[in-house]
């Protein structure tokens, strides 16, 4: 089966302007979470999406945002971007609750640079 | 701070020894992943490790888990130079869904 499709891949973008990644699940998760993952902060959880409602959410600031469509793609934005935001973000998708496990499938992630 | 850390930081091996990693945990967990990311790409899952189990196979992975300590420790036998990776564990601190990561551990197997 298709894995986790995350896009686009690569972006670059300017202080202040905003981005919206997407992530395609794999059939049938219905959880799909985000993470940043820095050099220096490793991998950091920003927040879960399970049926459309967001379940769970780390700790970022309101620029980072994200939703959950009926076929559980997900998008997540980022406004007024700041070059501390340049990182790779990935995104999981899960079973969770259904089955007890939490084996999450990771997409290649989108390369984001903030210039 | 994070839930999961590993240790060591960096590991440097030849091929054909073993590399073991160990990870550290603060709170109680369901369960404890290993993965496995090659660099500036996604994490690939290696193993699940639930708090009842102490010790699972898979190939040339060895995972235990002593959750009095709150350790766990990954073994790779017969390292391989494709085996060269960042690997994290991540827990998932009890009532929660949120696999949480470690810093990893960099492994660079020299052919």
Same mark, same amino acid.
């Given at each position: 089966k298709a894995g986790v499709t995350q896009t686009p891949r690569y972006l670059i973008k300017t202080r202040g302007?905003?981005? /919206?990644?997407?992530?395609?699940?794999?059939?049938?998760? +219905?959880? $799909?979470?985000?993470?940043?993952? /820095?050099?220096?902060?490793?991998?950091?959880?920003?927040?879960?999406?399970?049926?459309e409602t967001q379940r769970n959410k780390g700790n970022f600031p309101? +620029?980072?945002?994200? +939703?959950?469509?009926?076929?559980?793609?997900?998008?997540?934005? $980022?406004s007024t971007l700041e070059l501390g935001d340049s990182a790779l973000y990935l995104c999981a998708s899960s079973l969770a609750g259904v089955t007890g496990s939490t084996e999450a499938f990771f997409g290649q992630g989108t390369r984001l640079t903030v210039v | 701070s994070q839930q999961g850390e590993e240790?060591?930081?960096a590991l440097s091996?030849?091929?054909?020894? *073993?590399?073991?990693? *160990?990870c550290s945990y603060k709170t109680s967990i369901n369960n404890l992943?290993?993965?496995?990311?090659?660099?500036?790409?996604?994490l690939v899952h290696l193993i699940?490790?639930?708090?009842?189990?102490?010790?699972?196979h898979s190939g040339r992975l060895r995972v235990t888990l002593d959750t009095s300590k709150k350790?766990?420790?990954?073994?790779?036998?017969?390292?391989?130079?494709?085996?060269?990776?960042?690997?994290?564990?991540?827990?998932?601190?009890g009532g929660s869904?949120?696999?949480?990561?470690?810093?990893?551990?960099?492994?660079?197997?020299?052919?």
């Open positions: 302007q905003q981005v /919206t990644l997407s992530c395609s699940p794999i059939s049938g998760h +219905r959880s $799909v979470s985000w993470y940043q993952q /820095t050099p220096g902060q490793g991998l950091q959880f920003l927040f879960e999406y399970f049926s309101g +620029r980072f945002s994200g +939703r959950q469509f009926s076929n559980s793609r997900s998008e997540m934005n $980022v | 240790d060591p930081q091996i030849q091929e054909g020894e *073993n590399a073991t990693m *160990n992943q290993w993965y496995r990311q090659n660099s500036g790409r996604g699940l490790i639930r708090s009842n189990e102490r010790e699972k350790s766990s420790s990954l073994l790779i036998t017969a390292s391989r130079a494709a085996d060269t990776a960042s690997y994290f564990c991540a827990t998932d601190p869904y949120i696999p949480t990561f470690g810093r990893g551990t960099s492994l660079i197997v020299h052919p």
